[in-house]
Structure formats: structure tokens, C-alpha cells
């Protein structure tokens, strides 16, 4: 398979963007790291776009207004979109088509593995970007707080964005990368591993309004079906950062026989 | 692999939703074709959700409330979440934990082939059924118009779902079914595809707003870059109807080895 490799880069160009807003700690953080390794450029949500996954806006008008919240040497913009408008609107307008060397999106505040991948907006800005053939990486710290320490995380971001721009990554893949929260613990190393078998088990809070009708909250636990060590799940838990390579062509490849064979003649 | 089989169905139970909302004509059109093979429920969004993805609503409230937009005979909901929100409250609320036999979402007006599969509300409904383990199918028509005419696709759309109902499908497995719009000419069958490796080229248009402030419209063009047989888009243009197996754990488990094998011990 190919590669999008990025053997020699001398200040190369780097897209920030997350789901949890431009004023989160997290792309704050992100911005800051970044800023060792390359040129930045950050395009983010102006509200929180957590849980929004691959949405896009195309039944509404979007703006994008430039920001000097990350001071005067940091060129920024705040989108009223979701993260993958995000991602559309650095490339087409800010960036007038140039793509960038990498795009990295987080920190999250909160973790995005497993099944959460699908409904991560850190993580659908990364695929978004990867749909395009550019590198890219979604950082998640497993905390949800909004004053979360993501210090610990420094080196390995930066490590794991450096080694990006290094090697590139196989065509058609991004990286979702977990990291623990910040605890007494060194943090083990980084594992690449599988999307563990898990899935959230929600639980719909029911309240009356005013006028008494009835809403809903949605609540969730997250529930592990899968206990096995190659999974993010069980690197998470072992105090490892979990590395799990995504992609977004989502063919069940293994159905495909069974399937044809089953259902093709009775069905022409 | 495990099978989610339904060998035995005497009057199955079918969840219809869409992402179109509750009032659009291509729900109304798959809620009569499955009042032919089952009981049914509809929960659906009573907004249009299209190019939703796999959002949720963890930020907002979520509204519920029943309708007779079906008729007195159809139990109807009508929800002011995304179409995957639509999914989750019809299992805990509408069927108080109860599993439908089947979901169905659609019929799309417009195509959902290839990677417009990520966008879509409508596959993200049916990805989400096959997350709690149960067998779904997303329905798309290719023809955006409101009034597209859909009459061509009912047997099809039957006979998928009678299909499904009675042998089910591969666990992890939901199925993206695409329907060449209605033309002179008659469907040539169903054909079991892989995903197209095409992407949408959007293209924004700047505009003014009443107080010279500039906002956006997302617009985009299809660029098919994969014209080989097995795809889902050379079934559309062959006339034929498109099926994937599309599946969500999204590990890319061909870059695993690759990638443990550079970075695993430069970054522990």
C-alpha cells in the first residue's frame, strides 16, 4: 500500500482542531506542543462539538472568523461548524488548498476509544483529514474534566506527531491515540493496538419541563466486552498510550463471500 | 463468526427510522413496504438530520413525542435528536429494552454509496441497531428530489428485508443498499460490493450577510476514483443495486504489523 511520507521536513506546516471548542485546555495544550515541531495553523469549533461525529453542515450557513485567542503569532480561526467542517473549511478557504503536512485534533477531554471512535469529533476530524490523504493523529487524554492535567502527555504527543511527519502513515489511516489520565504512575510506553469490543450502555434520564412535558438527558457506561491485551481498552487500563490505526473504508470485507453466496442468485 | 439468526420469525417486530424526518416521503414509503413483512415501530427526527454522521446529543435535552403522522394503526414517534439518537431512545424508551427484530432507515433521498457512507444519518441509524447486535439495513435512493418516486425499489427493498429477517447477517455487520433512481430502464439485480474509494471535492461559497459579515455554503462535487467492477458505485451505474457490508469496528488490522513494528520500541 502506499505511503504518504514526509521523509525530509523542515518546518513543516501543522492544522490543529478538537471537538470541545477553541477555548478548551486541550487545543490549548496541543497548540503549545505543536508549536515545537512546525508552523501552525488551528481552524476550531467555537462551542463544544462533542459527540457530533463524521456530521457535516449542509442545511445551514457557516462562518469563520479569524482569532487571536492563542496570541498574535498563532494564525487561528473559529468555525461554527462541527470538526469535520473544520477540516473542510482549513482546507479550502484558510489554507486555499494547500494541504498541510499533518492535521492533529485534541486533546480530547475524555476518552475516545474503542466504540467511541464512532462518535468522536476529535476522531472524525482525523479520518476527515485522512479521506484527503493528509497524516493525521486524534489525541484523547481519559479525562474528562475541563482542568485536566495533560502535562504527563507532552513528550508522547509530541513524539508520536514527530514520528508522522517522519515516516507518514499508510495510505487511507489515522491514528486514534488514548492516553491515561495523569496519576502517580509513569506512564508504561505506547501500544498499537485494536479497537476493543465494547460499546456504551445508555440510560435516558427522564425530567418534566415547566409546562410539564416531557425531555430526556442521555447518559451512558461505557461497557468492555472484550478483555484481551491487544485491545486499547486493556492497554488504557495497564498504563499504557493506545495507538489504534483507523480507517474509513468500512467493508466488511470477511461478510462479503457468505453473503454473495447466500444471496445473489436469489436476489437478481 | 457468530450469526444474529432469525430462523423462525412469525410476525417480526421492524424499527423504522431516517434521517430525512419523519415527514419526508421516503420514510413513509419503507414504513408501508414493512407493514407487509412485520409489526413496526417508527422513531424518527422531526427535522431533517442529513449529513449527521454518527452525532448524539450529549450537550442538549432530547424530545420524544408520539404521532399519528402514519396513521392511528402505526405507533409513531417523532424525536428531536440525530437519527442514531432516534435509535438509542426507541430501544430503552419507546421499546423499554425490547430488541426489534429489525431496523430499517431510509429510503435516503439521495445516494449514500462509497464514503458518503460516514456522512450519512441514515447508515449511521442502521450502524448503530447493528452495535446493540441487531440486524439492520440503511435504504438509499439515488435521486435527492423530495419527491423522488420510489416505486421501482419496493420489491427490492422487500425482498432485502425478508432476506435479513429470516437468515440474519454477520455479527458487526449492517448493510449499505443503494438503489439506482427510478428510470426507463428495468434494475439488473443486486450486486454485493466493497465501498468505492471516492471522496467529495467541496467547494464553499462566500457570501454577505445583511451586515457585510461573510458566512458560508458548503457545496461539494463526487469524485469517483475507483472504477473497478466490485465496487458499489459501478453497480449504481450499472443499474444494478448496491450492496455493502459495511462494519464499525474500524481498526485498520493490515497497518497493526507495519506500524508495531517502526514505532513500538523507538516510543517505550
Known sequence: MGKISKETVARPLILVTNDDGISAHGIRFLVDVMQELGAIVVVAPNSPQSGMGHAITIGNTLRLDETDIFGSKVRAFECSGTPVDCVKLAKCIVLEGKKPDLVVSGVNHGSNSSISVLYSG?????????????????FSLCDYSPNADFSHAKEHIKQLAFQVLKSGLPAGVTLNVNIPAKSKTKIRGIKICRQAKAKWQELFEERKDPHGRRYFWMKGSFINQDKVEDTDEWALQNNYIAVVPVMFDLTAYYAIPTISAEWEMKLS
Open 122 to 138: 476529535t476522531m472524525s476530524a482525523a479520518i476527515e483529514a485522512a479521506i484527503e490523504g493528509i497524516p493525521s493523529i486524534g
